[in-house]
């Protein structure tokens, strides 16, 4: 079982002086439907007084100087506890889950260990490849190879979700019949992947998981605050 660390050792954390969060615990800074959704789910399970701060990434807001004090990486979910921002997905999860315990993060050391490899391959694995989908840019400077890259992401995102489909087929929720904090974490790529992967929509079992995942009070608050239906047209 992970026991409550350091943040410095989970987290790229900034230094804010000692803003005031007046009545709130949190401010979370998000994109609507963006990774951040997932640690939005979490927060409205703990029932946490936070305050959310959407974050416009069509507009740039992720790019001005006053983000980049909060996250130099220009990206959400940022999380502002106290004087210290972190961030990156999973280790918020984690973190309040640390805080805020709801057995959201099995004890038990095998399954444990399985709903962490697999919040890691969502962050290093299946978010990578939807980077390389609408971001080639990131990866090649060359116009041609960014449409190569972009386009080979296609059936290799249709190969990632097919296979996820026969998982999520074999329990009521990804690892288990228990909810777990991967759960929340999967919902995201889901919903990118309805409008961005031709045929993910014809695979029923994940059909049938989202609609289980979207009868969870916490999802239908989150998605209501973020104004998003649950799936992504």
């Not at 807001?61 to 983000?67: E, G, P, V």
């Not at 999380?79 to 918020?92: G, I, N, S, V």
Request: aromatic share 10%.
């Amino acid at each position: 079982q992970i026991n409550p660390v350091d943040p410095g050792l989970w987290f790229n954390t900034i230094s804010l002086g000692r803003p005031s969060l007046g009545a709130f615990m949190y401010q979370l800074y998000y994109s609507s439907g963006a990774c951040s959704l997932a640690v939005q789910i979490k927060l409205k399970k703990a029932g946490v007084p936070y305050q959310p701060v959407k974050v416009d990434l069509a507009q740039g807001q992720h790019q001005t100087d006053s983000f980049r004090q909060l996250n130099p990486a220009e990206r959400v979910p940022v999380l502002l506890f106290q004087d210290t921002a972190l961030t990156e997905a999973m280790a918020l999860l984690i973190w309040l889950e640390q805080r805020h315990p709801q057995g959201l993060l099995p004890t038990e050391p095998l399954l444990q260990a399985k709903v962490l490899a697999k919040m890691t391959w969502l962050s290093n694995t299946l978010h990578i490849d939807f980077a390389t989908l609408w971001r080639p840019q990131r990866f090649v400077l060359d116009a041609g190879l960014k449409t190569a890259v972009s386009t080979q992401a296609q059936p290799r995102l249709l190969q990632r979700f097919t296979e996820l489909n026969q998982e999520l087929a074999q329990h009521q929720y990804w690892l288990s019949d228990q909810l777990t904090l991967a759960d929340y974490y999967l919902l995201p790529f889901i919903r990118w992947s309805l409008s961005a992967v031709p045929g993910v929509a014809q695979l029923h079992s994940l059909q049938q998981y989202l609609d289980r995942m979207g009868e969870l009070p916490e999802v239908k608050a989150a998605l209501e605050l973020e104004q998003i239906p649950l799936r992504k047209n």
